[in-house]
T-cell receptor
Framework: NAGVTQTPKFQVLKTGQSMTLQCAQD?????MYWYRQDPGMGLRLIYY???????DKGEVPNGYNVSRLNKREFSLRLESAAPSQTSVYFC????????????FGDGTRLSIL | GENVEQHPSTLSVQEGDSAVIKCTYS??????FPWYKQELGKGPQLIID?????GEKKDQRIAVTLNKTAKHFSLHITETQPEDSAVYFC??????????????FGQGTILTVHP
């Protein structure tokens, strides 16, 4: 059981380039999330999808777009990468319902030069 | 929105000692408080959680306490072992309303357990 799988694991981009981060879960969860992790700031929510066909902004959505491709997959796109988007990106998923824990992937480490 | 403050940012203990990490939250409507452990190069993993209708919860060497009046909650690890070394995050969530499903994380605590 793979859980939450993120690709790629590492990526280096130049300012202005675009990129899509992929996330897939095999737990049949309805809800999926994208976070970014920066030193000393914990994890901050970028976008989330409460269920297939819906997406909503989180705390730090500027510069990002998302697509909930189907129930399993939730992608994050940087249209024009900026150095401030250098971070570690985590995808998570959980089942709808009170107190359902979120399960995280192992992250994509993204550097923008 | 919710704001979660976590202290200390780093914690160093000797093997066998206890470790305590504290978090405060701002939204009195928050009612679910999970704790995550993150090992190097990995994603966060849930280790224990507590709901607002419970004051304390234990799981072997790990316990969490919640004081709703003061709006703070703490993680307690007893008999620490080197494999407990990791980054620990607290989080808070309001289950319901417009905040449904959205965790707010603390800044993290780097715990180092020396053999």
């Amino acid at each position: 059981n793979a859980g939450v799988t993120q690709t790629p694991k590492f990526q280096v981009l130049k300012t202005g380039q675009s990129m899509t981060l992929q996330c897939a879960q095999d737990m049949n969860h309805n809800s999926m999330y994208w976070y970014r992790q920066d030193p000393g700031m914990g994890l901050r929510l970028i976008y989330y999808s409460a269920s297939e066909g819906t997406t909503d902004k989180g705390e730090v959505p500027n510069g990002y777009n998302v697509s909930r491709l189907n129930k399993r997959e939730f992608s994050l796109r940087l249209e024009s990468a900026a150095p401030s988007q250098t971070s570690v990106y985590f995808c998570a998923s959980n089942e709808v319902g009170a107190y359902q824990p979120q399960h995280f992937g192992d992250g994509t480490r993204l550097s923008i030069l | 929105g919710e704001n979660v403050e976590q202290h200390p940012s780093t914690l160093s203990v000797q093997e066998g000692d206890s470790a305590v990490i504290k978090c405060t939250y701002s939204d009195s409507a928050s009612n679910y408080f999970p704790w995550y452990k993150q090992e190097l190069g990995k994603g966060p993993q849930l280790i224990i959680d507590i709901r607002s209708n419970v004051g304390e919860k234990k799981d072997q060497r790990i316990a969490v306490t919640l004081n709703k009046t003061a709006k703070h909650f703490s993680l307690h690890i007893t008999e620490t072992q080197p494999e407990d070394s990791a980054v620990y995050f607290c989080a808070a969530i309001h289950k319901g309303g417009t905040s449904y499903g959205k965790l707010t994380f603390g800044q993290g605590t780097i715990l180092t357990v020396h053999p």
